[in-house]
């Protein structure tokens, strides 16, 4: 699966552009490659177009011209379903299924790919291991969880079938500061050990830093630049500048109006 | 003489008409149940099909009871007998609250893990009905709680065609002037509605995700 000869890009976007029914322009002319194996950071703010580039990859959402390759193949041409379930994917409202425990949550991409009972159980054991969650937790509902469990759980059920891509879209935005350091901590961990090419959309520019190899700044529909996170903070790009600084003074004002 | 004492003489009698009404009643949900709930499900697939499904259920609404017995007099086999008659009828006025209800409860499914499930590479019957269907069942289950409560009580007039039921009573005490039968009628036919008020009442909540 990742096999480390194989240097095609495992995600290709040539002049892809998405257009809504009436017309509007969501994004435009987006050339982009993700690596094998990489964490690519997909930044930018609000309406930039970042989700909608993660939509497109799994097909949820399909580009109005241009052309996406997975794996070297056009998306036209992958079956949906497979294409979507060698796909894992983290959305931040998590949206884990509330009439499932959470064992039946993370074991559904096995259970819909046909798994016989047994395997599902361990390999649901295993998942919640990984993701540093107690293994009596299996047997409860996703509203008896904490927000920062239901992520994991997120995650897990993302990687149950070992899918060979990760699409996570703003998967820790609705924790709170220390659960989000935590998770960011055990994405990096977990992301050393399984080595998945992962796209991952977030506004933050301290967690694109964090946990991208590569950055790609994107804004009004296009993308601005793509640069490791080194490259980031010192771009000359004015609008790569306008993200740092923003930051920059959004934490300076923060600490100068603590403590008086 | 008073109506529980009516009640108690008449017992064979009474029961006899509440088993036809429940008779009435039961098979219209049935039917209306397994066309109402397909009809909603094909108009979440198909919204295209949502306005002229939605507007048919609503205008049959809209027609007096007992003009709908007279329209379906002419139908071939269905005339044939009043009580099918009565059962198509019946049936015909517990679509509505089975469609819309199917309707906007799968419509009402959180639109995250509809997406998650999406996503994830479920195929639409997957998403239906390990997804969609059972978290909208409490909503489908509220539909066929008005649905029924709504036929038990005009299951009554199907008496005007002959087709039996508790209404018989009702318009017996009606010609007779006699208040007495007209309870006896009436009595156990409210009676029904609560029971089944109550009842479905307690499986949507069972069934209701939360």
Redesign the interface.
Known sequence: MNDPYDHRPAIQFRNVSYRLDTGYELLRGLNLEVQRGETLVLLGRSGSGKTTTLKLI?R?LVQSEGEIHVDGRSIREWDV?????M???V?Q???????FTVARNIG??PQ?EGWPADRIQNRVRELLHLVGLEPQLASRYP?ELSGGQRQRVGVA??LAADPEFL?MDEPFGALDPITRAELQREFLALQQRLGKTVVFVTHDLREALLLGTRIALMEAGQLVATHTPAEFMHSTDPLVAAYVDAFDTNLNAGFKRGPS | MNVLQFIIQNRTEVLELTAEHLWLVGASIVLAVLIGIPLGILITRWPVLNKPVLGGANIIQTIPSLALFGFLLPAPWIGARADRLAILALTLYALLPLIRNTYTGIKGVDRAVVEAGRGMGMTDRQLLWQVEFPLALGVIIAGIRVAAVISIGLATIAAAIGAGGLGEYIFRGLAMVNNQVILAGAIPAASLAILADVSLGWLEKRLSPH
């Open positions: 799994n949820l379903i497979r294409l979507r379930r796909t894992g994917y959305i409202e998590v949206g884990l299924f509330p009439h559904v991409v819909i509203r059920r993302a699409l």
